[in-house]
Nanobody
Framework: QVVLVESGGGLVQAGGSLRLSCAASGLTFSTATMGWFRQAPGKVREFVAGISWSGTSTLYADSVKGRFTISRDNAKNTVYLQMDSLKPEDTAVYYC?????????????????WGQGTQVTVSS
């Protein structure tokens, strides 16, 4: 019943920006910790960013810190990932995920629900 749908992916040149959105249904969204993960071909799915229930706590992977910003709008049941200064190494399928755990964690196992992903491609 829980469905997460990502959107906003696409093809951009290095240095450009994209904003990903994740719309949630079937969730008590305001009490869910939300996260973004990404996976490139042949690579493990890795944590990118997470945000607490209230939106006051955020956590970022070192590889994206200072370039990406996670935010949420509980009234719209939507979480966002603003990606600036994109690099070719950011190319991956980006997945939205939801957790019932209050702490923002990086482990894939901490997240109960997953979207289908949206492709982000950064050209050099």
């Amino acid at each position: 019943q829980v469905v997460l749908v990502e959107s906003g992916g696409g093809l951009v040149q290095a240095g450009g920006s994209l904003r990903l959105s994740c719309a949630a249904s079937g969730l008590t969204f305001s009490t869910a910790t939300m996260g973004w993960f990404r996976q490139a071909p042949g690579k493990v799915r890795e944590f990118v960013a997470g945000i607490s229930w209230s939106g006051t706590s955020t956590l970022y992977a070192d590889s994206v810190k200072g370039r990406f910003t996670i935010s949420r709008d509980n009234a719209k049941n939507t979480v966002y990932l603003q990606m600036d200064s994109l690099k070719p190494e950011d190319t991956a399928v980006y997945y939205c995920a939801a957790s019932r755990i209050k702490l923002v964690l990086t482990q894939r196992s901490a997240y109960n629900y997953w979207g289908q992903g949206t492709q982000v491609t950064v050209s050099s």
